[in-house]
């Protein structure tokens, strides 16, 4: 098997699980993941994360011109900013995903660091999690926006639309825009309550203990 087949694969049965786990919905979000060769694959435009054929996915070249496949998703550009900015990057994950997109929502979140930091797994898989303001989907400021954090956050949240995330390999991308999302949830459920998250120490401790 090819890698280009295998990264189709993934992308689909990361597409369904998502989509099955209510992590999407309809036609909303996208993944993509980088090719060896230094092309991209990407989900297509209004195609559903549950039902996704490998075989339509749509395929970019190195320089990022659209090659075969269906017609890319709108929102190409979110991926390509997160790509041009962290080399290191095999794969982005952008989601309407209901807990997350709420905070995005929230009035008196801090826009430099949107979550606290309440477990120790939102440290290591999510980091420091900035706050892109709100532009139209398809604007391209918004792009502009995302590019001038992804150097140094490979997650961040768009105000009222939701989360981008990008991830060594398809796996930790996937993982790392769940435990934001699940973060986002017990964050919403403390809402009232007083919250004891990590010290300062503690985060320190976490990041200089796994290197991120």
Not at 25 to 45: C, E, K, Q, V, Y
């Amino acid at each position: 098997m090819s890698d280009e087949t295998r990264l189709r694969d993934q992308i689909c049965a990361i597409g369904r699980s998502l989509f099955d786990r209510g992590l999407t919905a309809g036609s909303s979000g996208n993944i993509s993941a980088r090719l060896p060769d230094g092309g991209w694959l990407m989900t297509p435009t209004n195609a559903s994360l549950g039902a996704l054929d490998p075989a339509r996915i749509s395929l970019f070249d190195e320089d990022g011109n659209f090659v075969s496949g269906d017609k890319p998703t709108k929102e190409s550009f979110l991926h390509f900013a997160m790509y041009d900015q962290r080399r290191e990057a095999g794969a982005v994950i952008h989601l309407h995903s209901t807990h997350s997109t709420a905070v995005s929502i929230l009035r008196d979140i801090d826009p430099e660091d949107v979550l606290p930091p309440l477990t120790a797994y939102h440290v290591m898989r999510v980091g420091k999690l900035p706050l892109v303001p709100y532009y139209a989907p398809g604007d391209p400021e918004l792009a502009e926006a995302v590019r001038s954090l992804a150097s140094a956050h490979h997650s961040v949240l768009l105000a009222n639309h939701g989360p981008v995330v990008a991830g060594t390999s398809l796996s930790n991308a996937q993982y790392a825009a769940e435990e934001l999302e699940e973060t986002s949830k017990l964050f919403l459920a403390l809402q009232g309550h007083a919250i004891r998250p990590l010290t300062p120490a503690q985060v320190a401790d976490l990041r200089e203990r796994f290197n991120l």
